[in-house]
Every structure is written in C-alpha cells, then in structure tokens.
C-alpha cells in the first residue's frame, strides 16, 4: 500500500512505529533517515504523483 509523506512524495508503507504511525520501506535504503508517512493508504498512487525511487525498486 502506497503513503504520502509531509513532502508530497508517495512512498510504500512500511511498519507502524508506536505513536508515531506508518514509516516508509525505503528507510533502509535512505541511509536510516526514517521518513513518516500521512493520511490513508492506498493500492496505486496517482498516474501524475511524485513517487519516490527507492520504493519502486525494493517493492
């Protein structure tokens, strides 16, 4: 499932950190940087959305 983040770039959800909420996957390949995700998920992000890079190649 796909997430905005505060930027507006669509990341792929990752765990849930308590009581922050939704990280993203590719956090792990962001040299640790955790990056928090809002609003609700979805399957497909939009056609014309920023999707981040890092996610589409560890999905």
């Known amino acids: ?3 905005q983040s505060k930027s507006g770039v669509w990341h792929f959800s990752g765990e849930t950190i ?3 909420g939704k990280i993203s996957r ?3 390949f ?6 928090f ?12 959305g920023n999707v981040c890079k890092r996610c589409l190649r560890s999905k």
């Open 26 to 28: 590719c956090r792990k």
């Open 18 to 20: 308590k009581p922050y």
């Open 1 to 3: 499932m796909w997430m």
């Open 30 to 35: 962001n040299f640790g940087k955790v990056i």
């Open 37 to 48: 995700l809002n609003g609700d998920e979805v399957e497909v992000p939009p056609e014309n």
